[in-house]
């Protein structure tokens, strides 16, 4: 696995920095309403730094699952997408924070957030570990954001290819013959 990975982005103790500090602005900006936030993660992508995130929260939450899919080949980002399977958990009059791993064009954030919207939660909020700068959509913001990368692909800390490297604790730059 390691001689896969051309060079490493973002280490693992910045990245365990970085999510205590987002845990600290996930906790302030929901104050008083943090108690019972429902937490919708984007499969599977997200799911180390989930497990990561909500063991930094220091109040009572729930997990919602859906799962969505993406027509699309192992490496290319945008394109369609289509929920799957339908939430777990009632949403409606909560306040919610999806959580996924990067935004890039935001079509994948944009079907979520739509599907959400109309379970009428209280709020929505998104946070994404990464967010490549460079497609950026502006109708999709998210309110918490990890590291700004540039336009790479990476793999590790949940981050395949292939569903690979999802185990790779580091955040790290592909060799880029291994997908061109
Ligand atoms: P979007 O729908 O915003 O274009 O793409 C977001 C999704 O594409 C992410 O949730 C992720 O699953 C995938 N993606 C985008 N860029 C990368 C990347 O550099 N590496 C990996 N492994 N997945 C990516
Ligand atoms: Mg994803």
Redesign the pocket.
Known sequence: MERDIARILIPRSRIRQRISELAREISRTYGEDSQGLIIVP?L???IIFLADLIRDLPFKMKIGLMTIS?Y?GA?T???E?QLLQDLTIDITNRHVLVV????????????VKSQLLQRKPASLRIC?L?R?TA?A?ND?IPDFVGFD?D?????GYG???DDN?RNWPDIGV?RPELYE
Do not use: M
């Open positions: 984007v599977a992508g997200s993406r699309r490496a980002t945008g394109g997408t996924d791993d990067i935004l890039d064009t935001g079509n994948t954030l944009r079907t994404v990464l490549k497609k959509p999709i990368i336009d790479v692909f990476v793999v981050l395949d290819y490297y592909l």
